[in-house]
């Protein structure tokens, strides 16, 4: 493939995400403060939400990208989403050589929670025909970075652009104020299977002779069954008056949710990066989450606690040392405090991605080389 010559700040840019772009997800709210940043520093993007059903397509999921490619000019440069790119190599393949395309993968299809082993290695086989047909592959961690050796991606294609985190007031625990009351617990996670709502369920329900609450922030529409499914657990440990399951929150709802939190916890079975442990060490809230995927390099260990994912039974030793120990919480809170003067902001974030579009690419790709430090 020829690759154009770097377009400069007026070239435009076209990003392709799968339905809605105004989700309220993290790979969703990634794209969104990206393309806030690129618009910021004068680059024209266009976002183009498509139809259908993803990550497994149907006919107008096809359709949609087929149109969304065909109406872009020769030489154009396109983003696109890896939940939207993973099932659709034959669609996204006739455009490879007249477009520049880019991927964008916050987590591989294949790692996703639940799949058997037909569908894994379904989306294994898919998502390496799909990033073969990218000139360059962006990704949200370093521990996605150091995976997609799998899936034949050179190093050379491969940059690394973390998210940012937008300045934000203290919690209203983080200078060591402790209200009377119930320990206040917060998760903020759509209620899908990866997200290990079942496991801190199972872990609270062992807890029930300490006081706490717990409000739990996301979608309930991803996967209704998943839902009812822990609102039926939380009924059956006798949990349902210490449980509220606030659905979706705006920004300020949200924010309003860290500020009276004392814990924010993230029983995640994997993650690609997990915004939502960024976004609450930068109001100085203490984090309990799991080593899965990214999530053992996101978090900071003076800022919180880690514990292996799958293990309600670790989760809930770590729940109870934090409830039972006032010293435990004070020196995590002053470890919450202290990493957030070390996040970067969606602005760096914005020029990292920026020197990702436009650096040159690669003459030629060795797929199969051996994973190298990917650069940042």
Same mark, same amino acid.
């Given at each position: 493939?020829?690759?154009?010559?770097?377009?400069?700040?007026?070239?435009?840019?076209?990003?392709?995400?799968? +339905?809605?772009?105004?989700?309220?997800?993290?790979?969703?709210?990634?794209?969104?403060?990206?393309?806030?940043?690129?618009?910021?520093?004068?680059?024209?993007?266009?976002?183009?939400? $498509?139809?259908?059903?993803? /990550?497994?397509?149907?006919? *107008?999921?096809?359709?949609?990208?087929?149109?969304?490619?065909?109406?872009? *000019?020769?030489?154009?440069?396109?983003?696109?989403?890896?939940?939207?790119?993973?099932?659709?190599?034959?669609?996204?393949? *006739?455009?490879?050589?007249?477009?520049?395309?880019?991927?964008?993968?916050?987590? *591989?299809?294949?790692?996703?929670?639940?799949?058997?082993?037909?569908?894994?290695?379904?989306? $294994?086989?898919?998502?390496?025909?799909?990033?073969?047909?990218?000139?360059?592959?962006?990704?949200?961690?370093?521990?996605?970075?150091?995976?997609?050796?799998?899936? +034949?991606?050179?190093?050379?294609?491969?940059?690394?652009?973390? /998210?940012?985190?937008?300045?934000?007031?203290?919690?209203?625990?983080? %200078?060591?104020?402790?209200?009377?009351?119930?320990?206040?617990?917060?998760?903020?996670?759509? %209620?899908?299977?990866?997200?290990?709502?079942? %496991?801190?369920?199972?872990?609270?329900?062992?807890?029930?002779?300490?006081?706490?609450? $717990?409000?739990?922030?996301?979608?309930?529409?991803?996967?209704?069954?998943?839902?009812? +499914?822990?609102?039926?657990?939380?009924?059956?440990?006798?949990?349902?008056?210490?449980?509220?399951?606030?659905?979706?929150?705006?920004?300020?709802?949200?924010?309003?949710?860290?500020?009276?939190?004392?814990?924010?916890?993230?029983?995640?079975?994997?993650?690609?990066?997990?915004?939502?442990?960024?976004?609450?060490?930068?109001?100085?809230?203490?984090?309990?989450?799991?080593?899965?995927?990214?999530?053992?390099?996101?978090?900071?260990?003076?800022?919180? %606690?880690?514990?292996? /994912?799958?293990?309600?039974?670790?989760?809930?030793?770590?729940?109870?040392?934090?409830?039972?120990?006032?010293?435990?919480?004070?020196?995590?809170?002053?470890?919450?405090?202290?990493?957030?003067?070390?996040?970067?902001?969606?602005?760096?974030? +914005?020029?990292?991605?920026?020197?990702?579009?436009?650096? /040159?690419?690669?003459?030629?790709?060795?797929?199969?080389?051996?994973?190298?430090?990917?650069?940042?």
């Amino acid at each position: 493939m020829a690759s154009p010559s770097a377009p400069g700040l007026s070239a435009p840019l076209t990003l392709i995400v799968a +339905g809605d772009p105004g989700q309220l997800t993290g790979g969703y709210v990634y794209d969104a403060r990206i393309v806030a940043a690129l618009r910021a520093r004068g680059r024209s993007v266009e976002v183009v939400g $498509l139809e259908g059903r993803f /990550p497994v397509p149907d006919d *107008p999921a096809r359709d949609s990208m087929a149109r969304a490619l065909s109406a872009l *000019p020769d030489g154009a440069r396109v983003v696109i989403d890896g939940l939207a790119m993973g099932g659709l190599p034959e669609v996204i393949s *006739p455009h490879a050589d007249r477009l520049a395309i880019i991927a964008l993968v916050h987590h *591989p299809l294949a790692d996703e929670t639940g799949l058997d082993e037909a569908n894994r290695r379904h989306f $294994l086989d898919s998502e390496t025909r799909a990033l073969a047909l990218a000139r360059r592959v962006i990704v949200t961690s370093r521990w996605t970075a150091r995976g997609l050796d799998r899936f +034949g991606v050179a190093a050379s294609r491969l940059r690394v652009v973390e /998210p940012g985190v937008e300045a934000a007031p203290l919690a209203s625990s983080a %200078l060591d104020l402790e209200s009377p009351g119930p320990r206040r617990l917060l998760c903020v996670a759509t %209620l899908i299977p990866r997200k290990g709502h079942d %496991l801190l369920l199972e872990a609270l329900a062992a807890l029930q002779d300490r006081d706490w609450r $717990l409000e739990v922030v996301g979608s309930h529409a991803r996967d209704p069954d998943h839902a009812a +499914g822990l609102f039926a657990a939380a009924r059956r440990y006798g949990l349902e008056e210490r449980i509220l399951w606030a659905g979706e929150r705006d920004a300020a709802g949200l924010a309003a949710a860290y500020h009276r939190a004392e814990l924010f916890v993230l029983p995640s079975r994997y993650e690609g990066y997990g915004m939502v442990v960024t976004e609450a060490l930068s109001r100085g809230l203490p984090v309990l989450t799991t080593t899965g995927g990214a999530l053992v390099d996101t978090l900071p260990a003076q800022a919180g %606690l880690a514990v292996p /994912p799958g293990h309600a039974a670790a989760l809930g030793d770590a729940l109870a040392a934090w409830l039972d120990d006032a010293d435990l919480r004070r020196r995590l809170r002053r470890g919450a405090r202290e990493a957030r003067h070390d996040l970067s902001d969606w602005q760096q974030a +914005g020029d990292r991605f920026l020197a990702a579009l436009d650096d /040159p690419f690669p003459a030629a790709d060795s797929a199969g080389t051996p994973l190298e430090e990917p650069r940042q």
